[in-house]
């Protein structure tokens, strides 16, 4: 079964967004086994929509079409189809009550251009959208079904995973799976990983390696087509098994889930609770970890210290350790851990204070020194790091490294 | 003159990297005034290339191939386009050299694979690679040049901006330029922005309105194409001076200015301090106030108290107003944002609890209910907003309320 990703958008076109989601769309298809040859991107124009469409059909066994489903006079995916299909555009009971709903819920009256919206190809299977208001449609034209998904990644991800890879399935008796399974690590540089897995990078097909660097973090990804879940599944075990005793310490979980959600997980598990002071990371370590859901039953406090009075005040941080060492240093690093700790009557403190730049950078102190300090128990630990980058990866990384401490003393 | 761009690379096709690159192209070429009206994307397959690159050939003034050009077996591209064109594959001295000096400075004997990387086709132009190994080559075919670029961005992008824009300007005698402007809103929908500007979304080239939709913000893109910059920038100003009436107070900044960004400066110029106190935000806010550079001037304190223990102890909100209207209400905003206000004696406290889920909703207080208080002088502000999405969403919508809410009162 061969499908093509048509994405539609004169944005994409000029560049002011990038097509994040026709990789999405890529991966999904050849996670069902799915082949996908050709990727096109047109812009709002019904002649060459029309045309990228009736080439794709030449060649393909369905077509998926990304975007151009919004209320504005710019969007006519859904109008151009319909005219190519040679189908009337009806009115959708269900998609009208949908969006009627959407705006109630807002307290906005519905605005009359939305209602373009509910106008589909008669006869065509519609979608619900349950994030925003364009439902996603799928046609049959010469035997083909064309399936229009709206453009914005929230609306077209669950939609995609839900409805589309259960209806193509179904459609075409996709059989044979593809696994894949990613190894999340972080605390060792891409090429240091790289150097202890150059084995299974070469490995070839039916199952493969890849490795990912990202900010403070690098994934293997471990991918294996074979006839059945089971056989895939057994392959990428068998992969898994061998990075994880070669990774052994730097893997904080598989696939979706996060270093804070793994942390989370840890803290439940040994019933403790957790407060955190920062300075450098702004607030960007306690936003993480309530970013898991359930968050509120180990997070007890945050707070944000940014001057050295609020070290002093909210935290009790001494002056004289504020004088000596100065703000980015071992010494405050663990006061602040204590005095959150304190403070919020929890099992562990978390603190964190450098240099996230541009300025602030002293001949002793440049921009990236981070101090990170825990304290639980009767354990004091803190570490020194320097990270580079601008001010936000330094951040992003400093943020890291602190709940990676966390996860390496739970 | 149209350009067309064609990305190679089975790993797009997977999704496995989401290509950046033809966003990048795409933008270069519109700022020149060349039209863009197809993107492709094909495999590492000799016939798909070739078809693709012939079929957009048919179309277009010149073809733009990126990626391909790579040391392995899998890179096929040059030898394919050569194939096509009917010309020789040379060893070319030049790149030759390039590549032994490469591997030379890192200390490395120059890899037997890397070799192929200097064959290029009879008779084409060589730009040289500054960052890789892969030099960029365009080749004459049918009278049409066919630029043949490597994949990696940070190769890409300084040769397609010091090398392919001068030819292309040269080879096409394009004069004029493209100037663009992004107009940022938040608080409104985008239905309701577009019912404002709707006229302006239909205005033709040389200038154009686009607009743009993200999570908790609306942008208008003006573009204007014109002799000269001044021309050009006449031309958005005018369009500008409309948008600004129509949408005044929804509007926090231009280009790459960020909301947070706008509030730190309102905060400079209006010599204020501030204090945040989040619940359900977790940090958020604070998180993104402190992304600014010099924001230590004006953000003294964030307090992330996620307990009802902590917004009573280190927020002094009565137990009451928690027993009586619940965390999630109008007075203990108002509480939160007086107390961290107090404590950090600041002049602004700005405060936010609500329910991001996906638990801890009740049948009057649904998930998305959030209640955003600002204490400012005698001031006491408090919103109830309403927002969708995951949990995520939720938190960023509510941050995004708050900052504008904050911006407003500046």
Known sequence: MRAEIISIGTELLLGHITNTDA??????????????????TVGDNPGRIAEAVTHALGRSDAVITIGGLGPTIDDVTIATLARLAGRRLIEHKGVLKDLHAYFRFRRVKTPTETLRQALVPEGALIIRNRVGTAPAIIMEYRDKPIICLPGPPRELEPMFENDIIPYLKKTFNLSGVIKSRTVKTTGLAESLINGKVKDLLAIKPPITVGIY????????????????????????????????????????????????????????????????????????????????????????????????????????????????????????????????????????????????????????????????ALVSGKRRISKEFRFRGTRWEIKFQASQAALNLLRKNL
Do not use: W
Not at 31 to 40: D, K, L, P
């Open 23 to 40: 990789a999405f769309v890529g991966r999904s298809l050849a996670a069902i086994g799915a082949e996908c040859y050709h990727q096109t």
């Open 213 to 372: 660097a990202k900010l403070g973090e690098v994934d293997l990804k471990i991918m294996a087509k074979a006839d059945d879940e089971k056989a895939a599944d057994r392959n990428i075990r068998k992969i898994e098994a061998i990075i994880r005793k070669r990774l052994k310490g730097y893997i904080f979980g598989c696939d979706d889930e996060t270093l804070e959600g793994a942390v989370g997980k840890l803290l439940i598990k040994n019933k403790k609770t957790l407060a955190v002071a920062e300075s450098c990371t702004g607030g960007l370590i306690s936003s993480r970890i309530t970013d898991s859901p359930g968050s509120s039953k180990y997070f007890i406090d945050g707070v944000v210290s940014y001057s050295n009075e609020s070290k002093e005040n909210l935290l009790g941080v001494k002056r004289a350790t504020l004088k000596r060492y100065g703000a980015v240093s071992k010494g405050v690093a663990l006061e602040m851990a204590m005095g959150v700790r304190h403070y919020s009557c929890v099992d562990i403190g978390l603190a964190v204070t450098g240099i996230t730049g541009p300025i602030g950078a002293t001949r002793s102190k440049p921009i990236g020194l981070v101090h990170i």
